[in-house]
């Protein structure tokens, strides 16, 4: 009985240890590959004047809005999807099984597969953000006026429609009030690039 009690008071002490050290072992692992879509992204700019792919919205793909770029996996930055899928790409958010990380951008939009809407992918910037000039908050839709050109996301932890109800009144990805709260064990896992050239994020 001694000894059963003994192993129950150590499992209890240990298990919360052990879950907490997976869930961070995940974050560092999901921020490892957001870097690695950073690189395409860039990869991708150098090799197309500047440019950044477009932002993709599809409704008749339910979850799969704002996919990785197709383009990205054309151009062999980024893995084919593998079998049967909706997928972009084989690149799977290791928060959201079955669909790939998120990407925005401002500029261009492809709404449907199909219908191409400049200006119509925006970004919201809130006050006082890095390299803002001390600028109000404002949604951008033109890359040369916007702070943030790209951003790359997981969903993270413990995302359901309450979260991301919470997500869309803070206007995320881009406000530091969606970011990943190791306390709340919740938000989004974040990488994007500044105008400067700087990478930033929640990692």
Known sequence: MVVMGIVTSLAAILLPVATRARLQAKILAVNAELRDIGLALEAYSMDNGGRYPPTRVDCMLGGHYYQLPPELVTARYLPAPVGDTFMASSTEDRFNKGYTYKYQSVGTMIYNRTTV???????????????????????????????????????????????????????????????????????????????????????
Request: charged share 25%.
């Open 117 to 203: 809407m400049e200006g119509a992918a925006k970004l919201w910037i809130p006050d006082g953000f890095p390299d803002s000039d001390g600028q109000e908050g404002a949604w951008y839709s033109e890359p040369g006026r916007s702070i943030v050109s790209w951003v790359v996301y997981s969903v993270g932890p413990n995302f359901d429609l309450q979260e991301q109800q919470r997500q869309k009144e803070l206007k995320y990805p881009v406000p530091k009030s969606c970011w990943y709260d190791p306390r709340a064990k919740r938000g989004l896992i974040v990488r994007m690039r500044l105008r400067n050239g700087n990478q930033i994020g929640s990692f």
